[in-house]
């Protein structure tokens, strides 16, 4: 079946401008992660969706990020105001649980490499 | 803050030979999970071990979890240029729904 998808691919904007992220994760999946990776890091954590439950946005780096998950699927990740330090490779995931417990994979997309110029 | 720390860095062995990383956390946790990440891109789900097990197998991968040490090991046997990757650990911890990865440990297999 498909896999988690991300769009675009690849994002080169302007210092300033605002950009939108989406992310369609795996169908019937309840929770839906959103990370940051720059070159040669580990994984940033930035905001994590879990069934109806609020999501916890404790990773957000900054109130101009912000993102939103529409009738418990996609997600979009809106940046606004972008700074060069914005650049990265953000990338989504989803699994069919939430954290917790037993725990259960996580299934990424490809990201979204994203370059502020 | 990273909750996870890998061990090592940056590992180069030659193919066919057993490969080590190690990870190690911060709080108490749920579970622990291994991942894979080619070229940047997006990560791949190796193995996850709970809180209550001590070891785990999948293959040629091999997991070990010691709560009183706060640390995982993952050991690939007979190595090929195919396991060539970044390996991080994440991790679930106890009263903090949220999976954070460490900082990885980039694996090169030398053919």
């Known amino acids: 079946g498909a896999g988690v998808s991300q769009s675009p691919s690849n994002k080169v904007t302007e210092k300033g401008k605002d950009v939108e992220l989406r992310c369609d994760p795996i169908?019937?999946?309840?929770?839906l992660y959103w990370y940051r990776q720059s070159l040669g890091q580990g994984l940033e954590f930035l905001i994590y969706?879990?069934?109806?439950?609020?999501?916890?946005k404790s990773g957000l780096p900054s109130d101009r990020f912000s993102a939103e998950r529409t009738g418990g699927s996609v997600s979009t990740l809106t940046i606004q105001r972008t700074q060069q330090e914005d650049s990265a490779v953000y990338l989504c995931a989803s699994s069919l649980e939430g954290t917790g417990g037993a725990g259960s994979p996580l299934h990424f997309g490809n990201g979204t490499r994203l370059t502020v110029t | 803050s990273q909750q996870g720390e890998e061990d090592p860095q940056a590992l180069s062995i030659q193919e066919g030979e057993n490969a080590t990383m190690n990870c190690s956390y911060k709080?108490?946790?749920?579970?622990l999970q291994w991942y894979r990440q080619n070229s940047g891109r997006g990560l791949v789900h190796l193995i996850l071990?709970?809180?209550?097990?001590r070891e785990k197998h999948s293959g040629r991968l091999r997991v070990t979890l010691d709560t009183s040490k706060k640390s995982s090991s993952l050991l690939i046997t007979a190595s090929r240029a195919a396991d060539t990757a970044s390996y991080f650990c994440?991790?679930?911890?106890?009263?903090?729904?949220?999976?954070?990865f460490g900082t990885g440990t980039r694996l090169t297999i030398i053919p």
């Open positions: 994440a991790t679930d911890a106890v009263g903090n729904e949220k999976l954070t």
């Open positions: 709080t108490s946790i749920n579970n």
């Open positions: 169908s019937g999946h309840t929770a």
């Open positions: 969706f879990q069934g109806n439950s609020a999501p916890d």
């Open positions: 071990i709970r809180s209550n097990e």
